[in-house]
């Protein structure tokens, strides 16, 4: 069963401040994508990154996938409050394979 | 254009007993995915409908069964109910190829 660890678990952090959070696998993946969790609602899609080495950004959040395809790290750059969330990863193993595997999630509190 | 909608919001129900939930996708997406998510847990994949049959499966007994309709509207039903069950459950819609979208979720809490 391929497994999907994120960590840190619970990250605290004040407002204005940089983090990076990981996902790493034993496995390797066709596609892995990074979601946020607010309470009461589903999950929302950040980015899907699909080359081995693949860096995307969206504003002030880097998000990049190992060379190997088997991990990715999402990096936010100047914390604020409104990144407050559950942090997902997710991946698919092979492409056309529609089983998606979430990892554990990281949650993050920016305090202001 | 209203996204993926659920219901009921909240659900309260005993072991044993049964439950259907519900789940209206995207207006234009055809496949319907069903996921569990555990109390500070990531979302586990139960299965996925697409032209009103099961096209993959996760690892989940056969308590857990679901239907897709028509207009591509879906249920989830658990039977004899466990206290493990309690859980968040999301459905997510999309079109094809493209990526999912999910819904608020409906909050299952057995007593």
């Known amino acids: 069963t391929q497994l999907l660890e994120q960590s840190p678990q619970f990250l605290s952090i004040q407002e204005g401040e940089n983090l990076t959070v990981y996902c790493n696998s034993s496995s390797v993946f066709s596609s892995l994508q990074w979601y946020r969790q607010e309470p009461g609602e589903g999950p929302v899609l950040l980015v899907t990154?699909?080359?081995?080495?693949e860096v995307k950004k969206l504003k002030r959040l880097t998000f990049q996938f190992g060379d190997a395809r088997k991990d990715s790290s999402l990096h936010i750059t100047a914390a604020q409050p409104g990144d407050t969330g559950l942090y997902l990863c997710a991946a698919r193993k092979d492409f056309g394979n529609e089983k998606l595997t979430f990892g554990t999630g990281t949650r993050l509190t920016i305090i202001p | 254009d209203a996204g993926v909608t659920q219901s009921p919001t909240h659900l309260i129900k005993t072991r044993g007993q049964q439950v259907t939930l519900r789940c209206s996708p995207k207006s234009g997406h055809d496949t319907v995915s069903w996921y569990q998510q555990a109390l500070g847990q990531g979302p586990q994949f139960i299965f996925q409908y697409y032209e009103e049959e099961e096209r993959q499966r996760g690892n989940f007994p056969d308590r857990f069964s679901g239907h897709q309709y028509p207009n591509y509207s879906s249920e989830l039903n658990v039977n004899a109910l466990l206290l493990g069950d309690s859980a968040l459950y999301l459905c997510?819609?999309?079109?094809?190829?493209?990526?999912?979208?999910f819904g608020p979720g409906t909050r299952l809490t057995v007593l």
């Open positions: 990154v699909v080359t081995g080495g």
């Open positions: 997510a819609s999309k079109e094809q190829r493209n990526e999912q979208f």
